[in-house]
């Protein structure tokens, strides 16, 4: 995932959401992992058409987010303060898993009797 494909897809009229590698060249600097920020907070990054989340789900690790769907983002009242964009992508990524699962399992080859 990436910007370059986000804005291919968006030439396209497709929509995308996903997770970004932390250590790709072009996120902003305030993307890394900062050891003083608060568990559980998130970080919006804004940039034309596209949404960066940066997510601190886990004391040493954050979870950054590119979307090309959420304008803005909104977060939830509970405990862990999910942002938007991980809730939709959380609900949708299942569907993808189930796929994945059957290819695995169901082969296509035809069956043959010689």
Do not use: W
């Not at 396209?12 to 959401?17: E, L």
């Not at 902003?28 to 949404?51: F, G, I, Q």
């Not at 987010?65 to 990524?93: A, C, R």
């Amino acid at each position: 995932m990436s910007l370059s494909l986000a804005k291919d897809l968006q030439m396209k009229r497709t929509s995308i959401v996903g997770t970004v590698n932390r250590v790709r060249r072009e996120l902003p600097p305030s993307a890394a992992l900062d050891p003083n920020k608060e568990l559980y907070s998130s970080t919006v990054l804004k940039n034309d058409m596209y949404t960066l989340t940066v997510y601190k789900c886990k004391p040493n690790k954050n979870v950054v987010f590119l979307s090309s769907l959420h304008q803005s983002v909104s977060v939830t009242v509970n405990l862990k303060k999910t942002p938007e964009t991980i809730e939709f992508y959380n609900s949708t990524k299942y569907d993808v898993d189930v796929v994945d699962q059957m290819a695995r399992k169901y082969s296509v080859k035809a069956s043959s009797r010689r």
